[in-house]
């Protein structure tokens, strides 16, 4: 009876004009004295932000926060996948024939995933990760390979929450919020990198739309408030790094495993 009552809590809680709302408060300069607060109850390491606690303007302004320069290394090599977040691993694996396997007890279809776009062929056989990112966390995406954007899709959703709870209770939840993917290409083939909404999430948004190209590690994007990375990687191109494993957490720049020429096809 209480599982129930909490998920018809969430879907009354889930309309995009609630989280709009608290996107306005978190713009605010009122959403400033809560900044120390949010600190504390996170347990934020502050002293990795670019700037001082006081020159953020708002909540949002320092929930989106850049770090200084040198805190998170990003692994080198011509062929490295790394993580494009700070993030608990949710889910990692081989893809089934266009379905990624048991994110948090349920099967979520690439097909809905990626709304049907015609890039999904290239991943019904690939490798996911499923990345959450909680308040706690840095909330920029950089890009995980070097290469060109070949697509990018914005699509309209709800704003579950992506937490326990939402993951484990409510249905589909990472094909039914809003989302904005960006599909990478590089020297051995695509990427995509899914960014989910989630409830209170006001926007998922670009670090700057005219870019096209990034370098492994680049700024890409940044979420106002927590939520969650897909990250799909093309079939036969990825070999994951063997001491992962579901439950990791892992950081922006921090080797997720190799990419290679896809084997010739017998």
Same mark, same amino acid.
């Given at each position: #009876?209480?599982?129930?009552?909490? !998920?018809?809590?969430?879907?009354?809680?889930?309309?995009?004009?609630?989280? /709009?709302?608290?996107?306005?408060?978190?713009?605010?300069?009122?959403?400033? !004295?809560?900044?120390?607060?949010?600190?504390?109850?996170?347990?934020?390491?502050?002293?990795?932000?670019?700037?001082?606690?006081?020159?953020?303007?708002?909540?949002?302004?320092?929930?989106?926060?850049?770090?200084? %320069? +040198?805190?998170?290394?990003?692994?080198?090599?011509?062929?490295?996948?790394?993580?494009?977040?700070?993030?608990?691993?949710?889910? #990692?694996?081989?893809?089934?024939?266009?379905?990624?396997?048991?994110?948090? +007890?349920?099967?979520?279809?690439?097909?809905?995933?990626?709304?049907?776009?015609?890039?999904?062929?290239?991943?019904?056989?690939?490798?996911?990760?499923?990345?959450?990112?909680? %308040?706690?966390?840095?909330?920029?995406?950089?890009?995980?390979?070097?290469?060109?954007?070949?697509?990018?899709?914005?699509?309209?959703?709800?704003?579950?929450?992506?937490?326990?709870?939402?993951?484990?209770? #409510?249905?589909?939840?990472?094909?039914?919020?809003?989302?904005?993917?960006?599909?990478?290409?590089?020297?051995? +083939?695509?990427?995509?990198?899914?960014?989910? +909404?989630? #409830?209170?999430?006001?926007?998922?948004?670009?670090?700057?739309?005219?870019?096209?190209?990034?370098?492994?590690?680049?700024?890409? /994007?940044?979420?106002?408030?927590?939520?969650?990375?897909?990250?799909?990687?093309?079939?036969?191109?990825?070999? %994951?790094?063997?001491?992962?494993?579901?439950?990791?957490?892992? !950081?922006?720049?921090?080797?997720?495993?190799?990419?290679?020429?896809?084997?010739?096809?017998?």
């Amino acid at each position: #009876m209480a599982k129930r009552l909490l !998920r018809l809590m969430t879907e009354l809680s889930s309309r995009k004009w609630l989280s /709009a709302l608290m996107g306005r408060f978190s713009h605010s300069r009122l959403s400033k !004295r809560i900044i120390p607060i949010f600190i504390k109850s996170y347990q934020i390491p502050a002293h990795e932000a670019e700037k001082e606690i006081h020159e953020y303007r708002t909540l949002n302004e320092f929930f989106s926060r850049r770090l200084k %320069p +040198g805190m998170r290394p990003v692994a080198e090599g011509p062929n490295v996948l790394t993580s494009p977040v700070d993030a608990q691993i949710t889910a #990692m694996g081989e893809i089934s024939s266009g379905t990624i396997l048991n994110v948090k +007890g349920q099967d979520y279809s690439v097909e809905e995933l990626l709304n049907f776009s015609p890039h999904l062929e290239l991943y019904k056989h690939g490798y996911a990760f499923v990345l959450y990112l909680s %308040p706690t966390d840095y909330h920029r995406i950089h890009s995980p390979i070097t290469g060109v954007r070949t697509e990018s899709e914005h699509i309209k959703g709800r704003a579950y929450p992506v937490n326990e709870f939402g993951m484990t209770h #409510m249905k589909s939840v990472l094909c039914r919020n809003e989302r904005l993917i960006t599909y990478i290409a590089g020297e051995y +083939g695509e990427v995509a990198v899914v960014k989910v +909404g989630a #409830m209170n999430v006001s926007s998922i948004r670009y670090n700057d739309e005219s870019v096209s190209r990034w370098t492994n590690g680049d700024d890409l /994007a940044y979420f106002e408030f927590g939520s969650t990375v897909v990250l799909l990687i093309q079939d036969g191109i990825f070999t %994951p790094f063997p001491d992962l494993k579901k439950g990791d957490q892992v !950081r922006m720049g921090q080797l997720l495993g190799t990419l290679h020429a896809p084997a010739p096809r017998k």
